[in-house]
């Protein structure tokens, strides 16, 4: 399953002259926790989130008596903030729509991001990703697994005859039969599969050779 199969393409944006109070707006009417920034050519230069706009509002913090006379008193510029770009955490985190979901995952994990704007090969915004639509994505049907297995990992990605292969899942619980072949092969397999949504464990059982 890739990013373009679980993104939504009706994404809200705003510019980075935009003011944070029209940020806030739009977050809250929308009810959306973020939105990428984008210039004037539809290219993406940041992200504006909940958490940018929640930096207004919080107290200063107090400053020890020490870190003020040795000047190491910590600043937050996004404090200031009065625009979107300047708030906006800059660059974006991205990913292109032909990527597979657990690289999203994977992306926004490693990140610690909520979100990511997605980009066509020119760089343009064409949807955004949210961890929302990850975790949705998590909910297929034993039916939908076993598809998208057969079809997706051994088919094209594997170039392995699906026929060859049988396969039971139950609740997520992925049971492959068949000639595995190496050990390496049989890791690269299971891997594999461990990687489609919605799969909970994998297990095989190689079948006698006649």
């Known amino acids: 399953m890739r990013v373009a199969d679980v993104m939504t393409t009706d994404v809200i944006t705003v510019r980075p002259e935009t003011t944070l109070k029209e940020v806030a707006e739009l977050l809250a009417t929308r009810g959306i926790s973020g939105a990428p920034v984008v210039d004037a050519s539809g290219h993406v230069v940041g992200v504006v989130s909940e958490a940018d706009i929640l930096a207004k509002e919080r107290k200063p913090r107090q ?52 979100r990511l704007p997605v980009l066509d090969r020119e760089g343009l915004l064409v949807g955004i ?66 990687l489609v949504p919605g799969v909970v464990s994998v297990t095989t059982q190689e079948s006698a050779q006649h």
Do not use: C, Y
């Open 63 to 114: 400053q020890s008596r020490l870190a003020h006379l040795f000047g190491h008193e910590t600043h937050d510029p996004k404090a200031e903030a009065r625009i979107a770009g300047e708030a906006m955490t800059s660059p974006a985190v991205t990913i292109t729509a032909d990527r597979r979901i657990d690289a999203a995952a994977g992306l926004m994990l490693d990140r610690n991001v909520n």
């Open 129 to 194: 990703v949210t961890r929302a639509d990850l975790v949705r994505a998590f909910v297929l049907t034993d039916d939908q697994i076993e598809r998208e297995i057969r079809e997706e990992v051994l088919l094209h990605e594997l170039w392995v005859n699906p026929e060859d292969f049988g396969l039971t899942v139950d609740r997520g619980e992925v049971t492959v039969t068949g000639r595995i072949g190496t050990e390496s092969e049989r890791e690269l397999l299971l891997r594999r599969i461990s």
